[in-house]
């Protein structure tokens, strides 16, 4: 049944507190999804996960509003957080399955990190800085991201006796160094980008069952430069 009409001078309250917030966030979503549809983003899981973990956790507070827009942030240390349709691209070009063990290489804010848990991934993040390594882990904490295990180090160095079923490079190179192909087991995969004629392509690299690398170039993205080594400071 509906409720009586309100009398003259009678102001209806929401029904709980914080309910226009909740609209707002919800509705602040719905837009943030709908934006990632309209750049061709179809993948229902990647789509899922991304509507799932609230990026206005990872951002830098000034920059909170601008959380669910399809932008890139700064971040502390020089570094950048990835445009949500990029991450996106790259995501649904990894093909992250249950259950798959995936090595992030440049952990950032955290975001991609608890995105790719949330489909399912056990993470190994590996970030050269320090603080934002430090940043990047309570930001997991707060949205209990689940299978994450974050390390301070160079991503792009010989790994003896590991294997990974997925590799992310969070960023762009003039090649893809053979000390990181040589961690995909068979029928893994990498997704990171190549610098080419000075723009990032999108590059994904499948290991077969042969062992053979097969390299396939995409799209243009917008990324920042992957830099090896470990940060002496910061």
């Given at each position: 049944?509906?409720?009586?009409?309100?009398?003259?001078?009678?102001?209806?309250?929401?029904?709980?507190?914080?309910?226009?917030?909740?609209?707002?966030?919800?509705?602040?979503?719905?837009?943030?999804?709908?934006?990632?549809?309209?750049?061709?983003?179809?993948?229902?899981?990647?789509?899922?996960?991304?509507?799932?973990v609230?990026?206005?956790?990872?951002?830098?507070?000034?920059?909170?509003?601008?959380?669910?827009?399809?932008?890139?942030?700064?971040?502390p240390?020089?570094?950048?957080?990835?445009?949500?349709?990029?991450?996106?691209?790259?995501?649904?070009?990894?093909?992250?399955?249950?259950?798959?063990?995936?090595?992030?290489?440049?952990?950032?804010?955290?975001?991609?990190?608890?995105?790719?848990?949330?489909?399912?991934?056990?993470?190994?993040?590996?970030?050269?800085?320090?603080?934002?390594?430090?940043?990047?882990?309570?930001?997991?904490?707060?949205v209990?991201?689940?299978?994450v295990?974050?390390?301070i180090?160079?991503?792009?160095?010989?790994?003896?006796?590991?294997?990974?079923?997925?590799?992310?490079?969070?960023?762009?190179?003039?090649e893809?160094p053979?000390?990181?192909?040589?961690?995909?087991?068979?029928?893994?995969r990498?997704?990171?980008?190549?610098?080419?004629?000075?723009?990032?392509?999108?590059?994904?690299v499948?290991?077969?069952?042969?062992?053979?690398?097969?390299?396939?170039?995409?799209?243009?993205l917008?990324?920042?430069?992957?830099?090896?080594?470990?940060?002496s400071?910061?």
């Amino acid at each position: 049944m509906t409720g009586a009409p309100p009398r003259p001078g009678q102001i209806d309250l929401p029904l709980f507190p914080g309910a226009d917030h909740w609209e707002e966030e919800a509705i602040g979503v719905a837009s943030f999804i709908l934006s990632l549809r309209a750049r061709g983003i179809r993948d229902t899981a990647v789509l899922r996960a991304m509507e799932l973990v609230p990026r206005e956790v990872f951002a830098p507070r000034r920059f909170t509003d601008l959380s669910r827009t399809d932008v890139a942030l700064p971040l502390p240390c020089g570094q950048t957080m990835t445009s949500p349709g990029t991450v996106a691209a790259m995501l649904v070009a990894l093909g992250v399955g249950q259950g798959q063990r995936v090595l992030e290489v440049g952990t950032g804010s955290g975001y991609v990190t608890a995105v790719l848990a949330k489909l399912g991934a056990e993470v190994h993040s590996v970030e050269r800085f320090n603080t934002l390594a430090e940043s990047a882990a309570q930001h997991l904490r707060i949205v209990e991201a689940g299978k994450v295990r974050i390390e301070i180090g160079d991503g792009l160095a010989t790994r003896p006796r590991e294997r990974f079923d997925r590799i992310l490079l969070n960023g762009a190179g003039a090649e893809i160094p053979s000390a990181v192909t040589s961690l995909l087991g068979p029928g893994g995969r990498l997704v990171g980008a190549l610098t080419v004629d000075g723009l990032p392509r999108l590059v994904r690299v499948d290991r077969l069952e042969d062992g053979e690398l097969r390299q396939e170039l995409g799209a243009t993205l917008r990324l920042s430069p992957l830099v090896s080594g470990i940060a002496s400071t910061l």
